[in-house]
């Protein structure tokens, strides 16, 4: 079964640290997408990408997060520098973003504490 | 107002029980609807997906979806201990991930032996 990669599985780390968090998006997958989990708030998107290219980063607070995707293979999100509002669990999907019946698929997050 | 509301529960019930998950929505232009599972310490997994109107059948697990009131529904029958998860429902307007999906909390289920 093709998965979703996120590395790491857990971070914990002080405020005022960056953070970087990896996903590897399943092959074939042209679609990417960035959310974070918490108990308040349930699951946000934060940003999502096409072939690479950004389409949407509206939920991201653009003063510290980034997200790239250097190649086809890997995603990145940056948190710099880290806050303790920011520990929550964060999740990467991806998709065929190709219409019909093609749905997201999650990776098992990265769960983050920042202290 | 939030776009999609779920009552978070949690809900318990006995094994073999039949169990009815919910959410309702306010945007009309959502055509592609579904439901996740969550276990503990893991990502949501994809369990119905449906477009529009109408119901869908799976093994022990219907979803169903109203349009005209803005609801839908996910039915187990004969729950067993396994399904002990959190589920989420989930909706898009453009469907096959060419948008972002707008999630309800999530309603935590436990299911007892």
């Known amino acids: 079964d093709a998965r979703v990669t996120q590395t790491p599985r857990h971070k914990v780390t002080e405020m005022g640290q960056e953070v970087t968090m990896r996903c590897q998006p399943i092959l074939g997958h042209n679609t990417v997408f960035w959310y974070r989990q918490t108990m308040m708030q349930g699951l946000e998107l934060l940003a999502y990408f096409r072939n690479r290219a950004p389409l949407d980063d509206s939920g991201m607070p653009k003063d510290r997060f980034s997200a790239e995707m250097p190649d086809a293979t890997l995603a990145t999100l940056k948190i710099q520098p880290s806050e303790p509002r920011d520990s929550a669990v964060y999740f990467c999907?991806?998709?065929?973003?190709?219409?019909?019946?093609?749905?997201?698929?999650f990776g098992d997050g990265t769960r983050l504490s920042i202290l | 107002q939030k776009e999609v509301e779920q009552d978070p529960g949690p809900l318990s019930v006995p094994e073999g029980a039949i169990v009815s998950l919910n959410c309702t929505y306010s945007n009309s232009a959502f055509q592609y609807f579904m439901w996740y599972r969550q276990y503990s310490r893991k990502g949501p997994e994809l369990l119905m997906y449906t477009y529009s109107s109408g119901n869908k059948e799976d093994g022990r697990f219907t979803a169903q979806v109203d349009k005209s009131s803005k609801y839908i529904s996910l039915f187990i029958r004969d729950s067993q201990p396994s399904d002990s998860a959190t589920y989420l429902c989930a909706m898009e307007v453009y469907g096959g991930s060419q948008g972002n999906l707008i999630f309800g909390k999530g309603t935590k289920l436990s299911v007892k032996p």
């Open positions: 999907a991806s998709g065929l973003g190709q219409g019909g019946n093609q749905p997201q698929h």
